[in-house]
């Protein structure tokens, strides 16, 4: 039987709701933990066969709790196969229980020796398989067990990690100290949210599933912690637009920003906004930008705004209000700011706006907050690590603090909207760290609202748009990309019939 599913499922678990899931199939649909472990070692031996078809020397490292002992099966069958496999474990067989003692027995069954760990034996392997820790771990990994994943790491040799590379927080993606860079990691029964963000995406590599063939009764009374969003899930929410339509149905996006200095970021803003679909986009700005602006792109109508008299009409047209790229800490940043605030719009803060934000904190249901992990940590007066310890906290943090929707962005890119429904982004690449990436998102944020997106839905379908765009504009490399190479992009992904 082939347990290995192939499209990931959007719903993402903490380890304390798997392991109900697990007791609920044990428990409840009566299958026995020793058939659930024959399952999973089955899946990881026919994901490992079907990536590295030509593997013949295969290298297992073994710890004492069941992940190894999915590792005992996977040895198994490859050694069954006529595979030339080694399995080093890490500390005394007696050590072995349960599940985990039976599957080691039966490969010792068939004549095989597990032998004991050490550092030269890992050398020349076609394939290493990573079933040193599951997914329990909640403390840094030390002692001989960090050694040995330091000593895994040092190996030129691809990694196979089962359920979870060794070391990895499975519920936040925080490297506990250390963990193993796999290439390949299986994942089973549910997907762990921690595999999808922060470190947890440079760590797992490509990422498979297997429900083991579990009956699926057994998710039915357990809420997912959060789900994995990317643009297919969301195209559903596009909707031709009538033959009839003119510019007036499509919103009207306010960008205030562009302080002196900081025009650009103001007006990829804009840009982006209209190249998401909006109808009509208006730019407050600093008096000497506009004109500029307006040449370079005629298409944003560009004002020089100096007070929060000049600003009020600009608000009463516009649908939505995007402030803070290029905004700056100036009293004119200030002024603006407030004036927005009093406003009854939807608003997409970003950038300064948000650091301005964190020094008079307020709650609001009206806006989407996209604070990196820098303005996040202002935010919530704290350091950056701690936002990065937990993202799928902060992001929770963030919006009980401060309401609406929750864009935390970073690798994994993090959404929490008025419900407190957590997704997470698994789009999106290293090129997009680069300059004026959050004006863009900003810009495409905005437009989404201003075309009657919800606010949770415009976050959500904004942020997949913004790191799908990304993907695709990094094809000719990663090194090198700008903000403005999303601008075609973003153009044809919003219209997903002609793609």
């Known amino acids: 039987m082939k347990y290995v599913s192939s499209e990931l499922p959007d719903k993402l678990y903490r380890t304390d709701q798997v392991r109900k899931l697990d007791q609920i199939a044990i428990k409840d649909c009566k299958i026995p933990g020793t058939e659930l472990m024959e399952r999973a070692g089955t899946a990881a031996y026919q994901v490992m066969r079907s990536t590295w078809p030509y593997a013949k020397k295969i290298t297992v490292v073994c710890g004492n709790g069941n992940n190894g002992g999915d590792g005992y099966v996977l040895a198994k069958l490859a050694?069954?196969?006529?595979?030339?496999?080694?399995?080093?474990?890490?500390?005394?067989?007696?050590?072995?229980?349960?599940?985990?003692?039976?599957?080691?027995?039966?490969?010792?069954?068939?004549g095989f020796k597990p032998e004991t760990y050490t550092k030269d034996?890992?050398?020349?392997?076609?394939?290493?398989?990573?079933?040193?820790?599951?997914?329990?771990?909640?403390?840094?990994?030390?002692?001989?067990?960090k050694a040995?994943?330091?000593?895994?790491?040092?190996?030129?040799?691809?990694?196979?990690?089962?359920?979870?590379?060794?070391?990895?927080?499975?519920?936040?993606?925080?490297?506990?100290?250390?963990?193993?860079?796999?290439?390949?990691?299986?994942?089973?029964?549910?997907?762990?949210?921690?595999?999808?963000?922060?470190?947890?995406?440079?760590?797992?590599?490509?990422?498979?599933?297997?429900?083991?063939?579990?009956?699926?009764?057994?998710?039915?009374?357990?809420?997912?912690?959060?789900?994995?969003?990317?643009?297919?899930?969301?195209?559903?929410?596009?909707?031709?637009?009538?033959?009839?339509?003119?510019?007036?149905?499509?919103?009207?996006?306010?960008?205030?920003?562009?302080?002196?200095g900081y025009t650009g970021a103001a007006r990829m803003a804009g840009e982006a906004a209209a190249r998401t679909g909006a109808g009509l986009v208006s730019l407050a700005t600093r008096a000497e930008h506009a004109a500029i602006i307006s040449m370079v792109r005629p298409e944003i109508m560009a004002h020089g705004v100096e007070s929060s008299g000049q600003l009020l009409p600009l608000l009463e047209r516009a649908n939505v209000v995007a402030i803070g790229p290029g905004l700056g800490k100036s009293q004119w940043a200030v002024t603006l700011l407030a004036m927005v605030l009093e406003s009854d719009l939807p608003i997409v803060v970003d950038a300064d706006a948000l650091n301005l934000l964190a020094q008079e904190p307020t709650y609001n249901e009206r806006w989407i907050l996209t604070p990196h992990p820098g303005e996040a940590a202002r935010l919530l007066d704290c350091d950056t690590a701690a936002?990065?310890?937990d993202r799928f906290n902060?992001?929770?943090?963030?919006?009980?603090?401060?309401?609406?929707?929750?864009?935390?962005?970073?690798?994994?890119?993090?959404?929490?909207?008025?419900?407190?429904?957590?997704?997470?982004?698994?789009?999106?690449?290293?090129?997009?760290?680069?300059?004026?990436?959050?004006?863009?998102?900003?810009?495409?944020?905005a437009g989404l609202v201003a075309q009657g997106f919800g606010l949770g839905?415009?976050?959500?379908?904004?942020?997949?748009?913004?790191?799908?765009?990304?993907?695709?504009?990094?094809r000719e490399g990663e090194r090198g990309l700008m903000a403005g190479d999303l601008m075609p992009v973003i153009r044809r992904l919003v219209n997903p019939a002609s793609s």
């Open 457 to 474: 839905d415009a976050a959500r379908v904004g942020v997949c748009l913004h790191a799908t765009a990304g993907d695709e504009a990094a």
């Open 79 to 110: 050694h069954e196969a006529g595979c030339n496999v080694r399995l080093l474990h890490i500390d005394t067989l007696e050590r072995l229980q349960g599940e985990a003692r039976r599957a080691a027995d039966a490969l010792i069954a068939t």
């Open 121 to 145: 034996k890992l050398d020349n392997a076609d394939v290493l398989v990573d079933a040193l820790l599951g997914t329990g771990l909640d403390r840094e990994v030390s002692g001989k067990l």
């Open 148 to 260: 040995v994943i330091n000593d895994i790491n040092a190996q030129d040799t691809p990694v196979l990690s089962i359920d979870i590379p060794s070391g990895l927080n499975a519920d936040t993606g925080q490297v506990m100290g250390v963990a193993v860079k796999a290439d390949l990691t299986i994942s089973f029964i549910g997907l762990k949210q921690g595999l999808f963000t922060g470190q947890g995406r440079e760590y797992a590599g490509e990422i498979v599933f297997s429900n083991l063939e579990v009956p699926e009764k057994i998710y039915k009374d357990i809420t997912p912690a959060s789900r994995r969003i990317d643009l297919t899930l969301l195209y559903s929410l596009f909707s031709a637009r009538p033959r009839s339509a003119h510019k007036g149905h499509f919103g009207h996006v306010l960008i205030v920003g562009g302080d002196s």
């Open 387 to 389: 936002i990065q310890a």
């Open 394 to 445: 902060t992001a929770l943090k963030l919006q009980r603090r401060y309401g609406g929707v929750i864009v935390l962005k970073g690798s994994g890119t993090v959404i929490v909207d008025q419900n407190g429904d957590v997704s997470v982004c698994s789009a999106g690449n290293p090129g997009m760290a680069s300059g004026g990436m959050g004006d863009v998102l900003t810009g495409i944020i």
